[in-house]
């Protein structure tokens, strides 16, 4: 289970010089074409297959990084972190998001490995998780507006009329259509998601600066989630009682008090959960839906 | 109207909905979805009347003509839709407006079928944890791609073949029926709050206490503008902006 590492990723982040020092690693592989290829194919392919509630697209995300993460990580110890780090939430749209930000991943997991095996201080676990966190959601919010809202429907649109007629190209054309041009395009993305990462990557590595980026990225991050836990959580209670003939609206009463509370109340409490407990993702889970199912049960919420 | 499919017929359209929902096709699989046109085509393969199946599909189109899925959930599911309704048009030779009729609400259904799909998954992925801890590369790959795939198969083709061989009528009645039913709710408020554990894991992840404000700051803001409609890019812009403030700050007062 991803549980302990990620519950001790505060002593990891700055313990790291440490241990880099003390347990060096294999040098890494170098990255081609190809491997982008496999592992922007990988994320393709996987996509919206493993789908879960809790960590939305991550499964994907990682199943298309494993072919370069082993190029990467000859060390079986890092290797099995690197596939932790990688099954945390993650949500994004498929080519803009996706492709982008395997690139980027690739470039910044390269970074870190190279360094790891020279003995230099890594880049952090953290600074690769806050990238994908920060860009994730602005990069969705770009992808789904152009590939499903626009691209797609432009195909549709233009080979409607032949399947109006009862011609069958008028569904194979603009599916062949959209599937290359998403693939293809997604691709691109891939390969300059990562020669920029790379150049960041560079950058920070020498510049010194990289503990005011952790935590600007921590900014982006912890503000992002903030933005999605009030958009994707949805919560209200549908709770109604009547003292002396006048009804009590519990969301109404709710709503007056704090706007929004029983979503963040679901997030704090979970958070305090793992703060006390050290992140037991599982049992988590387990007890949130145990909740959600008695509760709305009773259409509490 | 009381022609029905054959036993192969009802089972090949079944399989072809569950290729197309349980994703395996890769990411293009997405017209697939939202798009009926592709499963109208397949259906009218396999039932050997491509033009009137098409003609009908292209009716249901229209209806669907610019769904899009923010965030991964739509509120209905073309392809099944298509799947169930095109069948019937054909046997019963309906008009593409009846058609419609069966469609819209079985999309419907459908779409809690998919959200199902995630509710399954989020429960039977367990076992990457285990592999990902054992670097098992192998192992990890079949448990994100293997698990789902034989989960969607599981839940669609008998549900699909049933609703095929037995009747859509049927399934338009129950979905009537169950629509406000308890099950629905009790599947709608678990779906809408589990999201809350991934967001929770992120914030132990990132760790750092003394940025939690900005979590603060942003959940408050998308709940007081939520009727303004604003774009996820916007937020990141203010969150980009919160973030490059915090540093020039932060790091100011070190030099000095």
Same mark, same amino acid.
């Given at each position: 289970m991803s549980e302990e590492v990620a519950a001790n990723n505060v002593d990891v982040a700055e313990n790291e010089d440490v241990q880099a020092e003390e347990h060096r690693i294999p040098q890494p592989d170098k990255i081609t074409n190809k491997d982008l290829m496999k592992s922007w194919f990988g994320w393709w392919w996987a996509n919206e297959v493993p789908?879960?509630?809790?960590?939305?697209?991550a499964p994907a995300f990682c199943f298309g990084l494993i072919p370069t993460l082993k190029k990467l990580y000859k060390d079986k110890a890092e290797l099995a972190k690197a596939f932790q780090r990688h099954l945390l939430f993650f949500n994004t749209q498929a080519t803009w998001g996706g492709g982008t930000l395997t690139g980027v991943t690739i470039s910044l997991e390269e970074a870190r490995a190279k360094a790891m095996a020279n003995g230099e201080e890594p880049i952090s676990e953290d600074m690769i998780n806050n990238t994908k966190v920060g860009l994730m959601g602005p990069l969705a919010g770009i992808g789904d507006s152009i590939d499903s809202g626009t691209v797609q429907y432009i195909f549709i649109a233009i080979f409607l009329p032949f399947a109006q007629k009862g011609n069958f190209m008028g569904a194979l054309l603009p599916f062949l259509c959209f599937a290359i041009a998403t693939f293809t395009y997604g691709y691109y993305f891939t390969k300059m998601g990562y020669s920029l990462g790379r150049a960041a990557a560079k950058e920070i590595m020498t510049g010194g600066r990289m503990a005011g980026i952790i935590d600007g990225l921590g900014v982006l991050g912890l503000y992002m989630m903030g933005i999605l836990a009030g958009q994707y959580i949805k919560i209200q209670s549908y709770l109604k009682f009547s003292i002396s003939k006048k009804v009590f609206d519990v969301q109404d009463i709710l709503n007056t008090i704090l706007p929004g509370i029983l979503p963040l109340f679901a997030v704090l409490m979970l958070y305090w959960y793992f703060q006390k407990k050290g992140l037991k993702i599982t049992r988590g889970l387990v007890y949130l839906t145990i909740a959600l199912v008695v509760l709305s049960i009773f259409y509490v919420i | 109207m009381h022609v029905t499919l054959s036993i192969w017929q009802a089972l090949l359209i079944a399989l072809w909905v569950a290729l197309v929902e349980s994703r395996i @096709?890769?990411?293009?699989t997405l017209t697939m979805r939202f798009s009926p046109l592709m499963t109208g085509m397949m259906v009218g393969f396999i039932m050997g009347d491509i033009k009137q199946a098409m003609i009908v599909t292209a009716a249901i189109q229209l209806v669907y003509m610019g769904f899009v899925a #923010?965030?991964?959930? @739509? #509120?209905?599911e073309p392809c099944i839709a298509t799947a169930i309704a095109v069948p019937v048009a054909l046997l019963g030779h309906m008009s593409p407006q009846g058609a419609i009729a069966i469609a819209v609400p079985v999309g419907l259904l459908g779409s809690y079928l998919y959200q199902f799909r995630f509710f399954l998954n989020t429960f039977a992925l367990k076992p990457m944890d285990k592999y990902a801890k054992e670097g098992n590369a192998r192992g990890l790959g079949f448990a994100i791609m293997g698990i789902p795939t034989l989960i969607s198969f599981a839940l669609f083709i008998p549900l699909m073949f049933i609703a095929l061989y037995f009747g859509a009528p049927v399934i338009s009645g129950l979905v009537a029926n169950i629509e406000h039913g308890t099950l629905i709710h009790v599947l709608n408020s678990v779906g809408g709050g589990l999201a809350a554990l991934g967001i929770a894991v992120i914030m132990q992840v990132i760790g750092?206490?003394?940025? @939690?404000p900005f979590f603060f700051l942003a959940y408050f803001m998308s709940v007081a503008f939520a009727? @303004?409609?604003?774009?996820m890019t916007i937020y990141a812009i203010f969150g980009a902006i919160f973030a490059i403030l915090y540093v020039t700050f932060t790091s100011k007062k070190s030099t000095n």
């Open positions: 789908h879960t509630f809790d960590r939305m697209l | @096709l890769g990411f293009s #923010p965030g991964g959930a @739509l #509120p209905a750092k206490k003394q940025l @939690l009727k @303004l409609d604003i774009s």
